[in-house]
């Protein structure tokens, strides 16, 4: 089977050239096509798109381009459309994932983007959305109008399925022509995405492009990011940083790099009628797309003094991995993702007072930490690490020396304890707090990394009330 990625208006894509990928085991192989762009077509696709999204997308009311959307997305969410019927058949071979559980994944993912949550998106930053459509009153005095920037550049991570959605609809909600450049891991949703957002508003097909390139090509990626008013890069700190450093000083660049997460359980919830259930959500948050995303946990941090010791919580986890691997398979690994399991795995044996059991297979591997209460990563993968402290109050103390790289963290605890947490966490560089099950599935308008999702991309210009008033003085009415 074969299938073209990317989406290329302004290009004739029978006259490029196009490079053969192929995923997926021999007997049920896929073989992708990714198109081979140099800068010049780059430069030419970007300044096409930059031209229809000046034309078209900023002409259009913020209130048009979310019914697009959500007629899009509906039709995403309907089993039977031959996109999603590709994305549930096609991914799996892609990423590896389970097929149920993309399917799953896929459908959680896409309701985030219906009309009502993109109006939560446009409420959360925008008193009044209005102000992306024309001048509206400011509390201050004085009118103000939100511009998006003619072209939004994407360099888009393919860990995750469907992950370029977030940001491309962002772009959209502000009115910015799009291009993305998709990864080698995962180069197909964004493409379809487009395709179909096309097909259900034909005034946005031309203001939106999905591009690829190989990684570590200087030319193409130059030539975005030169043409680009703002770029939004995802990936690894050291890929993001070779990025910046090819940027224009007057480009802004909002970087999304590496972030670890994870959760603490309270006393509270180790009761004998919680904690198998609380386990069962922590188990959940460990096998999703198998720890591949920010938000996935690393560390869960459990408190004595329950009824259920933190020992058999973290048995309790075990056997909810365990269930879920019948449910839903780990994907297959690579020798490099095998080596770094069994290498975490063996440093985690050596640990003083710790227990370390797994599957024979290795599909999942728990590793319980009475004494060692460092803050590590795991080894993905479905690989987790359980640390028993006498408070979660040390925590934040725990995880302070990495404020820079902290994320998500799943909590199991009283509202009470909940909040002093919160703000406990909140002071040492968290920037979400989740319930365990949910950490893994960011709500609508959530603030990414802390940040604003589309306040971040548009510029105010402001009509000054002294403006407005010099301006009446010269009406005709004036007498």
């Not at 957002?197 to 946005?204: K, M, S």
């Not at 975490?344 to 044996?349: A, Q, T, V």
Request: aromatic letters at 8%; one cysteine or more; glycine letters at 8%.
């Amino acid at each position: 089977m074969t299938e073209r990625a990317g989406y290329l208006p302004g290009l004739d894509a029978d006259a490029l050239q196009w490079e053969a990928h192929n995923y997926g085991p021999r007997e049920a192989s896929l073989l992708v096509l990714l198109p081979v762009l140099k800068g010049e077509q780059i430069t030419a696709v970007t300044q096409y798109v930059r031209s229809q999204a000046c034309a078209r997308l900023k002409t259009l009311p913020v209130g048009q381009i979310v019914d697009a959307i959500d007629l899009a997305v509906a039709r995403l969410l309907d089993r039977q459309d031959p996109y999603r019927r590709k994305m549930d058949n096609l991914l799996p071979v892609i990423t590896g994932y389970d097929r149920e559980m993309v399917h799953l994944g896929l459908t959680g993912y896409l309701k985030t983007f219906r009309k009502p949550e993109l109006q939560r998106f446009l409420a959360e930053d925008f008193t009044n959305p209005s102000i992306l459509n024309d001048f509206q009153p400011l509390a201050k005095g004085g009118f103000g109008r939100a511009f998006g920037p003619d072209v939004l550049g994407h360099i888009w991570a393919g860990n995750v399925p469907g992950l370029p959605l977030w940001s491309l609809v962002a772009g959209l909600l502000v009115k910015a022509g799009n291009v993305g450049k998709v990864s080698s891991a995962e180069p197909l949703f964004a493409g379809w995405f487009a395709q179909v957002l096309a097909e259900v508003e034909p005034d946005l097909a031309d203001c939106l492009a999905v591009v690829w390139w190989r990684g570590g090509d200087a030319e193409p990626e130059t030539a975005l990011l030169h043409q680009a008013d703002l770029v939004l890069g995802y990936g690894r700190n050291e890929s993001l940083a070779a990025i910046q450093s090819r940027m224009p000083i007057t480009t802004r660049f909002l970087a999304y790099g590496h972030k670890v997460s994870f959760a603490l359980v309270s006393a509270a919830a180790l009761d004998p009628s919680r904690a198998a259930a609380t386990a069962r959500l922590a188990a959940y948050d460990v096998a999703r797309y198998d720890q591949q995303g920010c938000y996935a946990p690393h560390v869960v941090f459990v408190e004595r003094g329950g009824v259920v010791s933190p020992e058999t919580f973290a048995h309790y986890v075990a056997h909810g991995l365990a269930a879920l691997e019948r449910k839903f398979p780990r994907g297959l690994l690579s020798m490099a993702e095998t080596s770094g399991v069994a290498a975490w795995r063996h440093s985690e044996e050596m640990t003083v007072g710790g227990q370390v059991f797994g599957d024979e297979a290795g599909a999942w591997t728990v590793s319980y930490q009475a004494e060692d209460t460092a803050f590590r990563p795991s080894g993905l993968n479905r690989t987790i690490r359980i640390v028993a402290v006498d408070t979660l109050a040390v925590v934040p103390t725990i995880v302070a020396p990495f404020k820079a790289l902290l994320q998500t963290v799943g909590i199991a605890a009283p509202p009470k304890e909940l909040f002093a947490l919160a703000a406990a966490l909140g002071e040492v560089g968290v920037t979400r707090i989740a319930a365990l099950g949910d950490m893994t599935t960011p709500e609508a308008g959530w603030h990414h990394d802390g940040r604003f999702n589309l306040q971040d991309l548009v510029e105010i210009t402001e009509i000054d009330g002294r403006a407005e008033a010099a301006s009446d003085r010269l009406a005709p009415y004036v007498d």
